[in-house]
Structures are given as C-alpha cells and as structure tokens.
C-alpha cells in the first residue's frame, strides 16, 4: 500500500508564501493526492485534490490562494499571501482498491 | 451544502462496546461511499474503515479488522461504525467524512467529530 512522508513542521511570513510537500512511496508515483487542513481544535477540512500531472481541484469555497502542483512523486500545497487562519495543520491523503492513507501532517506557522 | 453529524461518542470500559452514527444530508446519500476516519490525541489522522455508496464493499484498516463493522441505512441517510472490543488505544475523536465518488476516492466533506474515549 502507498505511503505519504510529510515534513513535521513549516514557517513563513504573513503576507508571504508557502509549498508544502506530500511524497508518495517507490511504485506509487502516478497516484492522486488530496490535500486538508486542520486549524487548532477543529475538524478538518477539504482543501483539494490534486493529480499526477499537476492538475488540481479545489473543494468548495477554497481561496484561490490556496493551489496544488506534482512533480514526479511529490505533490504540493501552495499557500501565497498567507493570513494568520492559515496557521494549521495540513495532511495529504492518497487511496489504493482495500485502504486509504494518511501522511503523518505538516504544522505550519504563520 | 453537504452536512455530516456524527454521534454516539462517550466513555466506555475496555473491552465494551459502542456504535457511532452520521446523519447526512445535502447529497445523494446511496450515490457515494463514506468513511470513518479517527484522531487519538494530539495525533494525526488516521483511517479507519470505508464503504461503498451502495454498501456491497466494506474496508478496513488492520488495527479494527474484526472488531469493528461499518454500515449505511440508505432509508434514513446514515452511517455507522459499530465498535466491539474496544480498548484504551481506541481513545480518540472519530470523524464521518465522505468520499467524492461511488468508492475509490478521495475524501471531500468532514463532520465535525465523536470523541470516544476507552477508560476504566
């Protein structure tokens, strides 16, 4: 089954930008990831999904400051002109045929 | 606007049992597969178990499997996650979330979460 390797942590600036990584396990490079966030004491949300060569999608209500890109096995989550609610948890999450996985979340400071 | 509201979280002992609920709404309840997934403390997320929009395929994560059975009631837009044998390891908010095709797909919409907690 694939696995998600995330970076524990990240920073950037307000008003700055960020990309975060979600890297897919040897022989799952061509899976789609879905990107959510979690701001402290909340349940997650959707932010996107976004596929192997680069397209994305972005949930409902999602700024456009909020956009996904690919790279061989890694996928991103860009985040310009940050704002202090974009201060959260984000996790990626991939699917096979029997089982979803997680990757373990980055915690980004703003 | 999809809404999914979970309910049934509380203290139970180690080894008893519980069975969470999600009420859903918004969407075509039959046309897309739901799933649970938990967050134990201070911990990342983690999936649990998943199922069909027409239930004929159910999943499961190892650390459940046989103690744990999902269904849905498509008559009353519902879905469950029965919970046996639990133990203290089980301790954790227990998220419904839907997925964004019949089955093989990514996860689109979150409830807000049941916390659960396996204590003596």
């Known amino acids: 089954q694939p696995v998600l390797t995330q970076s524990s942590s990240a920073s950037a600036s307000l008003g700055s930008s960020v990309k975060l990584t979600c890297t897919l396990s040897s022989g799952h490079s061509t899976y789609a990831i879905a990107w959510h966030q979690q701001q402290p004491g909340t349940a997650p949300r959707y932010l996107m999904k976004v596929e192997d060569n680069g397209g994305y999608s972005r949930g409902r209500g999602v700024p456009d400051r909020f956009s996904g890109s690919s790279s061989g096995a890694d996928r991103y989550l860009s985040i310009s002109n940050l704002q202090f609610e974009d201060e959260a948890d984000y996790y990626c999450e991939t699917w096979d045929r029997n089982t979803w996985v997680f990757g373990g979340g980055t915690k980004l400071t703003v | 606007e999809v809404q999914l509201l979970e309910s049934g979280g509380g203290l139970v002992q180690p080894g008893g049992s519980l069975r969470l609920s999600c009420a859903a709404s918004?969407?075509?309840?039959?046309?897309?597969?739901m799933s649970w997934v938990r967050q134990a403390p201070g911990k990342g997320l983690e999936w649990v178990s998943s199922i069909s929009g027409n239930g004929g395929s159910t999943f499961y994560a190892d650390s459940v499997k046989g103690r744990f059975t999902i269904s849905r009631d498509k008559s009353k837009n519902t879905l469950y996650l029965q919970m046996n044998s639990l133990r203290a390891e089980d301790t954790a908010v227990y998220y419904c979330?839907?997925?964004?095709?019949?089955?093989?797909?990514?996860?689109?919409?979150w409830g807000q979460g049941t916390l659960v907690t396996v204590s003596s």
């Open positions: 918004g969407f075509t309840f039959s046309s897309y597969g």
């Open positions: 979330a839907k997925l964004g095709s019949e089955t093989y797909y990514n996860i689109d919409s």
